[in-house]
């Protein structure tokens, strides 16, 4: 079951739904390095199958689609 919480609240091991350039449906991501917390942002670094890690910042308050946790 899916659910959306705020992207400060995701810890590493969640599989978060995001759209990646080129591809017409979302894809699961999985949170795999500590997350960087500030004031105005949360930056996460996320692993697609086949593809190399990445990170997403978003800003406190975001909303994210989480589809499993840690």
Do not use: S
């Amino acid at each position: 079951m899916a659910i959306e919480v705020p992207v400060q609240r995701l810890e590493i091991g969640d599989v978060v739904l995001i759209d990646l350039p080129g591809l017409e449906r979302q894809v699961e991501a999985t949170v795999v390095r500590d997350i960087d917390r500030t004031d105005a942002t949360v930056l996460v670094t996320l692993r697609v199958p086949g593809r190399e890690d990445f990170a997403e910042e978003w800003r406190i308050g975001d909303m994210v689609t989480v589809v499993r946790g840690p």
